[in-house]
């Protein structure tokens, strides 16, 4: 690789197979960084975008949010407290705020981000494992961002104080459990069983499996013997209206929240006295990046350090570097189950 140019897939139109081209590497600009990319993972967004069109980008695009890789440049007006040259990090790629903007998706070997999205990562966490945080961090930050939780959140088990994930073994899924227990929050989880003494590892007080009938009353149930209120849920994905009957079951006074990552619809269920609200990021780019500053610059480079936050979920990685990103899209595409799906570059 030169470095001037470098290899990137690029979306030609809507619906098109994933193209291996040769492109001239951008420059950072007024703070941003460049990346050298050593891992890509996938989101269900990459297929909604290659072959839906939505969210829509301009065409040709190049798509992808999550990496890791090392820092090789950096924009001027970067904040002092930015990732260096040489600095291992992983980063949110912008492909959606930019609609598909080549320089900035990430399925390519050199990624230009915003200062504010890169997390510095300690020796101990590897490129691959590291690839899987960005999103699955931020869109469980921007959850608990939707549902009220201030940053500075340190419950104790003394205020009894209890947050719902459903569909806990899936990627953001699991990072709000994760982020859940660092607050200080009774952490409810479902998921599948045979994911249970995983979500506990990560956190979880209690695990429910969201195919049991009676999940709802089992939930409820386990809320009163553990005499806590459950007034907020992260509602990752799954049925809508299971877990708003389960935080109206829970909440006590008041009215109970549950923060959805998958858009509601018309006929969404209503469950009375549970505000249902989309998960989203800041839409004001200022606010964007300092809320994405707090999350990784901040927050995320602590926990990892410290240990208390660690990758989630499992990890399958497919052969074949950027050769095979098509193929590890079409692997998620079909359904995984509390597993991330890597290439390494
Ligand atoms: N709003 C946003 O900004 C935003 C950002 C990122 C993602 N999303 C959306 O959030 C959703 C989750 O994304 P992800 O990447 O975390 O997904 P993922 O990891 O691919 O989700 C897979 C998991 O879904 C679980 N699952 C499937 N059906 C379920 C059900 N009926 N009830 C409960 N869990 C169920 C499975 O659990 P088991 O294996 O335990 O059965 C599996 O582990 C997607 O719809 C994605 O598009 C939104």
């Not at 260096?84 to 930019?98: E, M, Q, Y």
């Not at 200062?115 to 990562?121: F, I």
Request: with cysteine.
């Amino acid at each position: 690789m030169s470095s001037t140019e470098h290899k990137a897939l690029i979306l030609p139109a809507k619906g098109s197979p994933l193209e291996l081209i040769t492109r001239p590497t951008p420059t950072p600009g007024p703070g941003e960084l460049l990346i050298e990319v050593k891992a890509i993972a996938f989101n269900p967004v990459d297929y909604y975008q290659r072959d839906f069109g939505f969210p829509a980008v301009n065409y040709p695009a190049v798509i992808g949010s999550d990496i890791a890789g090392t820092v090789i440049s950096v924009g001027s007006s970067v904040p002092s407290d930015a990732p260096k040259p040489g600095s291992r990090v992983a980063a949110f790629a912008i492909t959606f705020f930019k609609q598909g903007d080549p320089d900035y998706g990430a399925f390519q070997q050199r990624v230009i981000v915003p200062a504010a999205n890169v997390v510095e990562l300690p020796q101990k966490i590897s490129f691959t494992e590291a690839s899987l945080l960005p999103m699955s961090v931020e869109t469980a930050w921007a959850g608990l961002n939707t549902l009220g939780v201030a940053r500075d959140t340190a419950f104790t088990t003394k205020d009894k104080k209890g947050l719902l994930v459903w569909g806990a073994s899936s990627s953001i899924g699991s990072a709000a459990v994760q982020i859940g227990r660092v607050l200080g929050f009774s952490v409810y989880a479902t998921a599948s069983t045979k994911h249970h003494a995983y979500l506990k590892s990560l956190g979880a007080s209690r695990t429910f499996d969201y195919k049991n009938e009676d999940v709802v009353k089992e939930i409820v149930a386990a809320a009163k013997e553990d005499g806590i209120t459950i007034q907020q849920c992260f509602h990752a994905t799954g049925d809508l209206k299971s877990s708003s009957e389960a935080v109206k079951g829970c909440k006590g006074e008041g009215v109970g929240k549950v923060g959805t990552a998958v858009p509601p619809n018309a006929d969404s269920p209503k469950v009375e006295d549970v505000e249902v609200t989309f998960v989203m990021m800041p839409e004001d780019e200022k606010d964007r990046l300092e809320f994405t500053h707090f999350i990784f610059g901040v927050w995320l480079k602590e926990k990892l350090a410290t240990g208390e936050f660690v990758p989630s979920p499992h990890i399958q990685v497919v052969e074949g570097g950027l050769e095979g990103v098509s193929k590890g899209i079409d692997i998620l595409k079909a359904g995984v189950s509390a597993t991330k799906i890597v290439v390494e570059l």
